[in-house]
């Protein structure tokens, strides 16, 4: 089996150079969405919510060597005025000769390291996805009698104009030629006491990648937890890490970047702060986990803690942690795969709010403005029925309102602020008391950016939140401003 894998999946982990030059006995094939003899080039197929689609049903002996993808973006587009599937809502499938349980299985965004439905660019060995749009996967898939490769769309809307073309090669394989698999699993949240499982695997073969998605519960940083490999069945992991961000190719945290072998196509929010997002991928290309009957990898999820939430009443630099995880294992095996976990469908699939949100439309009618207008404006950026515009005329301008607590307790208070090219710079206050800035809201695209107010144990009633102008960035065109929502933030109460 090694020598076969040694073939399939070069050291190197892109196109072996070394061997180009030698002839093979294959014959080259390709399936893809174009439909034969259509004089209109009619090349892309619609799948509709609910439907599955089959993208390839292929004969062997064979090996797909590349798929290529692209399909419409979420958001409402000149392909789909009310917006599409995004990639999370797609469920991505793989069968190897004829098996009734699928040997790949997940969502098609995370399967190319981009978690939480978003589009990422990705260049890593086995996986490029150019600009978040073009697709491209390079993991060798061997089968010996069929292969079939579908997805199915678990989104309300379609999933429009997907385009793809799968190439591969008819050609004998050895006895020893093991299967692609690959298995999602979550955890929302982290069970306390026990680690992250990641892989579960009966069989002889080795390990060649984890996708990781994690959205934070708690403040302080999530990554200190170990990776662990129990191979063949032993006592303890034989092979065990120092860190997360370690095992990612990392130091001293994780930053935003992709690489051939590692990398970090997401990571959104403020350092330390409750619902920092992140993706993060590692190939053990050159370094696959070798196993002869079993496999497990887990990861612990421990890491700092702030005060409030520790038992010493303290900060703590290792605690178990209670974050949202959602994997992707990535291994080859001889014969077909044992399953251990299935794929929940796409809406338990989504990472669950932790927010009580006050959006746009309910601010309005308290809203009061000095040196401005203000308005509800609509949009695919903004939660809700759009953001809470202030079109502030000059330095100076404010803008003010409300909202209600319910029940006393602690919460993180986060505003969800437009950030654009005419916007302003703002100082935030909360009922009269500075809280935040002064904040530069400009920004050459616009995006909405989280910013925290703090952790704060606000008393039963109404409170109020004013934006001050206090001038502009020097690019800026304007003194503008955009609240999308007020969010108050789960906090956990038990101390660890």
Request: include cysteine; hydrophobic fraction near 40%; charge should be negative.
């Amino acid at each position: 089996m090694i020598a076969a894998l040694a073939i399939l999946l070069p050291a190197q982990g892109f196109a072996d150079l070394a061997s180009l030059h030698e002839i093979r006995d294959a014959r080259s094939r390709r399936v893809s969405s174009t439909a034969d003899h259509d004089p209109s080039n009619r090349d892309n197929v619609w799948v509709q919510p609910g439907e599955t689609r089959v993208l390839a049903e292929i004969r062997g002996p064979g090996v797909i060597r590349h798929i290529w993808l692209t399909f419409a973006e979420a958001r409402p587009n000149w392909l789909a005025r009310e917006g599409a599937a995004n990639p999370s809502e797609i469920a991505l499938r793989m069968y190897w000769d004829g098996a009734a349980e699928p040997a790949v299985e997940a969502p098609l965004g995370d399967f190319f390291a981009a978690g939480f439905g978003k589009r990422a660019e990705v260049v890593s060995a086995p996986v490029l996805v150019q600009g978040g749009d073009a697709y491209n996967c390079y993991w060798p898939m061997p089968f010996f009698r069929s292969a079939r490769i579908e997805v199915t769309n678990e989104s309300e809307k379609p999933l429009a104009a997907l385009y793809y073309a799968i190439d591969y090669t008819e050609e004998a394989l050895g006895d020893g030629a093991a299967y692609f698999c690959a298995q999602y699993r979550q955890e929302f949240p982290a069970a306390l006491g026990v680690d992250t499982l990641i892989l579960e695997a009966q069989g002889a073969g080795h390990y060649v990648g984890t996708v990781m998605s994690v959205r934070t519960r708690s403040p302080e940083w999530f990554g200190e937890g170990d990776e662990k490999f129990t191979i063949d069945g032993e006592s303890a992991p034989s092979i065990r890490g120092t860190g997360t961000e370690d095992y990612f190719g990392n130091a001293w945290g994780l930053e935003k970047g992709t690489f051939p072998y590692f990398g970090v196509p997401i990571l959104e929010g403020e350092w330390g702060h409750v619902c920092q997002r992140l993706t993060t991928y590692r190939w053990h290309v050159p370094d696959p986990v070798r196993f002869s009957r079993s496999l497990r990898v887990e990861i612990e999820h421990w890491g700092w803690m702030s005060a409030d939430e520790t038992r010493s009443g303290k900060v703590e630099g290792f605690v178990e942690r209670e974050d949202d995880f959602a994997t992707v294992a990535f291994w080859y095996q001889r014969g077909q795969p044992k399953r251990f976990v299935e794929m929940p469908p796409a809406k338990e699939r989504v990472f669950p709010s932790l927010d009580l949100v006050i959006e746009g439309k309910d601010l309005l009618p308290a809203a009061k403005t000095t040196l401005g207008t203000v308005a509800l404006q609509k949009g695919w950026e903004w939660t809700g029925e759009g953001q809470l515009f202030f079109d502030g005329e000059s330095q100076g301008a404010a803008l003010e309102f409300t909202f209600e607590v319910g029940e006393e307790s602690l919460k993180r208070l986060v505003l969800p602020l437009t950030h654009s090219y005419d916007f302003g710079v703002y100082r935030i206050l909360l009922d009269g008391k500075p809280a935040l800035g002064p904040l530069d809201l400009y920004s050459p695209e616009i995006e909405v950016r989280e910013h925290s107010l703090g952790d704060l144990v606000l008393a039963t009633g109404r409170h109020t939140i004013r934006l001050e102008c206090v001038g502009k960035h020097p690019l800026s065109t304007g003194f503008k401003a955009g609240v999308d929502s007020v969010r108050l933030r789960q906090r956990f109460a038990a101390k660890r």
